[in-house]
């Protein structure tokens, strides 16, 4: 808080060190010009300011002494002049000046008490010279004894209201004008509660910019810096088409968990998902990546892709990749077989007509002599040529790497999961679909804007078969299974010498 006082000594009458003037010069009237009066107010005006900020501390009223110029001319008066002229000249004297004199109202503020002087009189100052030099040392003095302290408090309590309710008009005027710091607070409801006194600070703004900090989110273990680097990857130039991270830019140890990660995912595209929604895709990408170093033993990068999501990000784009890798071969292959079997575009078949039979009802997925009954759905050979040369074929094959997962409780014995099912019969249907015109019109790509529809058509139709008969259903996946396996054992071009079993079975017997 900030307190203005001004420091004087005790108001006394200058005129009081002076001598009494000559008895003629007593009995003249003061001078009635304008500058004579203007210089006597201007004094009375300083003493009076003198006055209000005196006195601090005082607990009375104290009655300023008669000047003794006054007290020497009444006793003159008493002893030399003796008729009543003389009397009625320095009473009309005195009553001049009184009657120049301003009452004023003066407060002197101290720390408790408020104290109140009234008809405070102004000594006349007789001659113009004087009262010339002593207003300027009024001036002077007031100006060098003037101070302004500044207070500033340990509680760091608001700045105490400046009493300004009795000060002369003058004061009132500038106090007024004098600009106002007030200071808020922000307590916590619990401190309100509690009511412990609310700490309360006067900052600046500049001191308040020097300690602001900005919140930041944590960089943790995201930040490249707390990994090893045989955990970074390698990105693309920035000035390539492509922003995917490739994986034969990466390290070895890299693109194995890479690798590792796809065949994990083929795993789920083909058993669970085929199309997945854009947030499954995500999720089932990342598993695979975390998956793989999993097993890898690579807990660094475990710990790196669930620390940083950006990193999981970017490292599961190669597996991304995979997902359309896995699905559009079986596209491919069913572009080409669809064509031998049905002879589309050829000469003396009505393409268009009998693309519309194909598709109504989805009537491809059944052999042509049960086609009126809809029954044995997807035993139509073209289906399981599709589904033997895209995961049965070759030792290395999906069904062969991963012979395990395709085993049924139910009826112990190896079935076809109904995705992959549904993913051959949506290829299919699309490349049955691309003949619709009577000419061949390619869709750009096989995803989930072209054959989700279809996809989801036939897992629908394999569930709602499983649900009326679930051992017939398993009944039927493990036949499925069958013939594309047999399809796939002895190709025709291959130069291999088949095995006679049932001869080889003999000759144990013997």
Known sequence: MILITSAHTGKKSEASNESAPPKDMRRNPPPKNMEDSED??????????????????????????????????????????????????????RSRTESETEEEEVEVVTD???????D???????????????????????????????????DDQPMEKQNTKALTKRKEKAASEMPKVKTTSAST????????????????????????TVKQEPVGLGDALTWPSNTDLVYPDPSSISKRVGL?????????????????????LGLKCAFPEPIQRTAITTAAIIGAAKELRKPEFVKRMKANQQYAKDFSSVADNRISDFRTPVKDLADKIVVEEWKFGKSGVDTISLVQTLLKDCVYIFPPEKRQQKAYPFL???????????????PTS????NLDYFLCEEINQPIVPVSMLALVGA?????????????????????????????????????????????SFYQLMALIFSKAKDACMLPEESETIPINMEALADMFRN
Not at 42 to 55: H, R, V, Y
Not at 79 to 84: A, G, N, P, T, Y
Not at 112 to 118: C, G, P, Y
Request: glycine residues 4%; charged residues 30%; hydrophobic residues 35%.
């Open 40 to 93: 006597s107010e201007a004094a009375g005006d300083e003493l009076d300011d003198k006055a209000t900020s005196t006195a601090r501390g005082a607990q009375q009223k104290k009655v300023p002494k008669k000047p003794e110029v006054l007290a020497d001319n009444e006793g003159e008066e008493e002893d030399e002049v003796s008729d009543e002229e003389e009397k009625s000249d320095e009473g009309e004297q």
């Open 112 to 118: 408790a008490v408020v104290l109140k002087r009234k």
């Open 120 to 154: 405070v009189e102004t000594p006349r100052l007789i001659q113009k010279g004087k009262a010339l030099v002593n207003t300027k040392i009024q001036k002077e003095q007031a100006k060098s004894t003037a101070t302004i302290n500044i207070v500033s408090s340990d």
């Open 189 to 212: 409801p619990a401190a309100k509660k509690s009511g412990a006194p609310a700490h309360r600070r006067n900052v600046s703004i500049s001191t308040a910019m020097v300690g602001l």
């Open 248 to 268: 034969k830019a990466q390290s070895e140890e890299i693109q194995q968990i890479m690798r590792k990660s796809m065949d994990l995912l083929d795993i789920q």
């Open 380 to 394: 139509n050979p073209p289906l399981i040529n599709i589904l033997a040369q895209s995961f049965f074929k070759g």
């Open 398 to 401: 999906f069904v062969n790497k």
């Open 427 to 471: 290829a299919v249907h699309l490349s049955i679909s691309e003949w619709a015109s009577g000419s061949l019109i390619k869709h750009k790509t096989f995803s989930n804007d072209t054959a989700l529809g279809a996809y989801n058509r036939h897992i629908a139709s394999l569930q709602e078969t499983m649900e009326k008969d679930s051992f």
